[in-house]
């Protein structure tokens, strides 16, 4: 049986382009990310952007805070160093 290509999803979709925005400096670190404006950029529902964040809080790329929303996390330079090798390989 020859499987079809799966479509990407809007979670996959949506966690690229905030990755790819946030790792490019294009949203600033300790910068909140506000749910119905970057709902609203990406395209997406209120609910997929909440997965979204989760799926980049795991990778620690935002932090979640009780009460008052999520943050793009503050990179170390030790983290920063990492990235940076990371795109030259990339």
Do not use: C, F, K, W
Not at 32 to 52: D, F, K, M, Q
């Amino acid at each position: 049986m020859i499987s079809a290509a799966q479509p990407e999803s809007n979670v996959s979709r949506g966690v690229s382009a905030l990755r790819r925005r946030i790792l490019a400096g294009e949203v600033r670190p300790g910068r909140p990310l506000r749910e119905v404006a970057l709902a609203e950029e990406l395209g997406v529902s209120r609910n997929t952007l909440r997965e979204i964040l989760l799926v980049l809080a795991s990778e620690g790329l935002v932090q979640h805070v009780p009460h008052h929303g999520a943050r793009v996390v503050q990179l170390g330079v030790r983290d920063a160093r990492d990235i940076y090798r990371v795109r030259r390989v990339i």
